[in-house]
């Protein structure tokens, strides 16, 4: 039967090992897996590191945009208070300048009796009071002409005065000058005193009483001609009524007590005379604390025996400080005050001594 032949066939079977491919492809997924977590790092690292770049980018940007804000609102908040601070300037200037005009005014409208009340001069004659004579007396050199030029500029209000000054510091004035004689008042330029000897200390009476005119040359003894002073007394009008006394804030012998001792003279001849000077202290500039200036102004004080309260500084007009100047005026007119209110007080005093000599 055919059945039998097939009996004798076998099915044969190859047997392929495929677990190294397979491995192999297990392994390339795997590494291809791990190259693309790998990718998907970096990718995700570098794009957090953009991220944060551009938000430090950012925040800088807002930082520089806040610190520009800031600077802005200060520069802006600099410039509104240097505003208001020229504003404030200004205002007080012109307040300043109104005051000195006031005063200048003041000056100009002047009558005697003005300061102390001319109700005080009751029952004395003042008939032959027609002017008012401050002299402006001092140590060579220590500013005396540059004063009254100063007050020339403020009390005309001018840009020049016209009394002569010494710029060497050597003596100037050698005769005597009456100034502002458009006022009621007038300043007296004197020389300046060297050593304040017997000399110097009749020539200082002379001036006082009038002996010695205006135009008259104030000579010495070691000047030549020599020339003798009437001893009568002139009128009334022509004596020295007020006295502004001017020392240098640098004079050494300020701070060493010499020039109580120098001054000396002119205190014994004032006081009994009962006029109180007005102390003018110049070169403040020099002076570097404010306790060195309150010890100038002490000392100039008790060098000249003005009251501490009529002692002042004053900065004159000169090439360091041409002016105008509101400060200087208001230091001027405060100082012309002064001289003022004590030559009226003198007058009265000299007017009830002579009543009173004239009772006796």
């Known amino acids: 039967m ?17 677990s190294k491919k397979r491995q192999e492809e297990e392994r390339q997924r795997e590494k291809n897996r791990l190259e693309n977590e790998r990718r998907a790092r970096e990718n ?7 991220r944060e770049a551009s938000q430090a980018a950012e925040r800088e940007r807002q930082k520089f945009i806040q610190a520009l804000e800031r600077q802005r609102r200060a520069e802006e908040e600099a410039r509104l208070r240097e505003e208001l601070r ?15 005009m006031a005063k200048r005014q003041d000056l100009f409208d002047y009558q005697f009796g003005s300061k102390i009340d001319l109700a005080s001069f009751r029952g004395l ?11 402006v007396f001092g140590p060579t050199g220590s500013g005396k002409s540059c004063f009254i030029s100063t007050c020339e500029r403020v009390v005309r209000n001018e840009d ?27 300043l007296v ?15 200082f009476s002379d001036i006082l009483y009038g002996r ?26 022509d004596w020295i009524h007020g006295i502004i006394l001017v020392v240098k804030a640098n004079d050494p012998r300020l701070k060493q007590g010499a020039l109580r001792d120098y001054l000396n003279p002119v205190r014994q001849i004032l006081r009994p005379k009962g006029i109180s000077p007005v102390t003018v202290v110049t070169h403040r500039d020099t002076l570097k604390t404010q306790k060195e200036c309150e010890d100038a102004l002490e000392l100039a ?56 000599r004239q009772e006796d």
Do not use: W
């Not at 020049?160 to 007038?186: C, H, N, Q, W, Y």
């Open 2 to 18: 055919g059945g039998g032949g097939s009996k004798g066939t076998e099915t044969q079977y190859t047997y392929v090992d495929h």
């Open 44 to 50: 995700a690292e570098r794009q957090r590191i953009e």
């Open 86 to 100: 020229k504003e404030e300037e200004r205002l007080m200037l012109l307040e300043l300048q109104a005051k000195s």
């Open 125 to 135: 004659d003042i008939s032959d009071v027609d002017k008012l004579r401050i002299g």
């Open 160 to 186: 020049k005065g016209s009394s002569p000054i010494a710029t060497s510091g050597a003596e100037g004035t050698i005769v005597l000058e009456d100034f502002l004689s458009e006022m009621f008042f007038r």
């Open 189 to 203: 330029d004197t020389r300046g005193f060297f050593n304040y000897d017997a000399s110097e200390g009749g020539e």
């Open 212 to 237: 010695l005119k205006p135009g008259d040359f104030i000579r010495r003894k070691e000047d030549e001609p020599e020339f003798d002073v009437s001893n009568t007394d002139s009128p009334f009008s």
């Open 301 to 356: 004080s008790a060098a000249t025996g003005s009251s501490r309260s009529h002692t002042f500084f004053v900065a004159n007009y000169c090439p360091d400080n041409p002016g105008p100047d509101v400060n200087t005026e208001l230091q001027v007119f405060d100082i012309l005050h002064f001289a003022l209110t004590t030559a009226e007080r003198y007058v009265k005093i000299a007017k009830q001594q002579k009543r009173n």
